[in-house]
């Protein structure tokens, strides 16, 4: 999604269990894979918006990315995703808020999480890579 100056960016893991170690790895690696496939820099993001399914209770994933040292001056925001009959389990969504607009983004869908979104899933990759 690109307006004018703002751009945001979406991406979703599933997580393997209600482990605080999973949730973190996982917030984690959902981070840095949209960061990598769109070349940015932290210090581009205005502000990070984090959703957790409601079955994963033992740890923020905001608490994992500042643990790793990541988004260490930018605004995050958690909260829980909305129950509904037969909705993915164990995820993380981030939207990812950025100062500056992009021509193009490539969202980050993984571990699962494609089923989601598989129209976005495979965008700007070819069919084998929406794991990358």
């Given at each position: ?18 482990e605080p170690e999973k949730i973190e ?16 820099q932290e210090n581009q993001i205005a ?86």
């Open positions: 999604m690109n307006v004018g100056n703002i751009c945001a960016i979406r991406g979703a893991i599933c997580i393997e269990a209600d790895a996982g917030a984690v690696r959902l981070l840095r894979t949209i960061l990598e496939r769109n070349n940015l502000c990070l918006l984090i959703t957790q399914t409601g079955d994963l209770r033992s740890r923020n994933p905001a608490t994992g990315l500042r643990k790793a040292d990541l988004c260490t001056t930018t605004p995050l925001f958690c909260m829980q995703e909305l129950e509904i009959e037969g909705m993915l389990e164990r995820v993380i969504r981030m939207l990812v808020i950025l100062n500056c607009p992009l021509e193009k983004t490539i969202p980050a869908f993984l571990d699962g999480a494609e089923k989601l979104r598989p129209d976005l899933a495979l965008q700007g990759f070819g069919d084998n890579q929406s794991n990358i």
